[in-house]
């Protein structure tokens, strides 16, 4: 028995002297860089964005409201549900345009530009990139980065209007209407006022056309309308046509952002 016990001590000690031989003494100090190596990063955080809010100067005059309609021309075609509604019945509104809807839409172009009394246009950016110069991703956007990205996407748009024959922007709305307040000055100090809004029309042109109807025909005293005019297979559009025609019905009367005083948060309009 002690023969065997023996016998069995001396196969541990040898399998464990092997064992050692084969695993370098430095093993514990090569997990940790490894280790620390394939570890994430840490996210940075989220840049805190805001959505302004903007107003126009109220008509005061009880069955007179005043206010403002904001169109959106992102990408896409545009919506002749809206603009023939806006020419027809002569109803003036404020049109952001972005250099790639210029681009695929000339004959709506040809139509703003011949009714100066209507329309007025303004800059919706380059490539309908969020303006925040921070990397992020708003409603699966990806943001546009650095103060140089958002410079680049703001003069591109303007730069792409006048090429167009557009009169020179003094307003900006970027994409997703969200920003930092860094952009914001940045944005600021390049001229521009930038366009929030009271009301949302028809929520980035994804509802439906009686909602979107109820929530333009809304509208009060001094609220700036916003809604999109380039998307004319979806039913929002439906709903903007026949919301206008509401309005006017009221006696509502429609303004153009250059026709008015404004009042903007965030220091978008100051």
């Not at 006022?193 to 029309?201: H, L």
């Not at 056309?209 to 297979?233: C, F, K, L, M, Y």
Request: net charge negative; hydrophobic share 45%.
């Amino acid at each position: 028995m002690n023969r065997i016990l023996l016998a069995s001590a001396f196969l541990l000690a040898n399998m464990s002297a092997a064992l050692a031989d084969e695993v370098p003494p430095t093993l514990p100090a090569a997990v940790g860089p490894a280790s620390a190596a394939i570890s994430p990063a840490p996210k940075a955080p989220a840049p805190k964005l805001v959505e302004p809010h903007l107003h126009i100067a109220r008509s005061n005059i009880a069955g007179h409201a005043r206010i403002a309609l904001t169109f959106d021309a992102c990408m896409g075609q545009a919506d002749e549900r809206i603009l023939s509604t806006l020419v027809r019945e002569r109803i003036p509104a404020t049109i952001f345009v972005t250099a790639r809807w210029l681009k695929r839409n000339p004959a709506a172009v040809a139509v703003f530009l011949q009714n100066p009394d209507l329309f007025e246009l303004e800059n919706h950016g380059e490539n309908h990139i969020p303006a925040v110069d921070t990397p992020t991703l708003i409603y699966g956007i990806a943001s546009a980065g650095s103060p140089q990205a958002v410079r680049q996407e703001v003069e591109g748009g303007a730069a792409a209007m006048v090429a167009a024959g557009i009169p020179a922007p003094h307003w900006f709305r970027g994409s997703t209407a969200k920003y930092d307040l860094s952009a914001i000055g940045e944005i600021r100090a390049m001229g521009y006022r930038i366009a929030g809004y009271s009301v949302n029309g028809d929520g980035g042109s994804l509802l439906g056309a009686a909602i979107t109807e109820r929530r333009i025909a809304s509208a009060r005293d001094g609220d700036v309308v916003i809604s999109h005019v380039n998307q004319p297979t979806h039913a929002a559009g439906e709903g903007v046509a026949k919301a206008l025609v509401d309005l006017k019905a009221k006696g509502t009367e429609f303004v153009r952002l250059e026709d008015v005083e404004d009042t903007g948060d965030d220091k978008t309009t100051e």
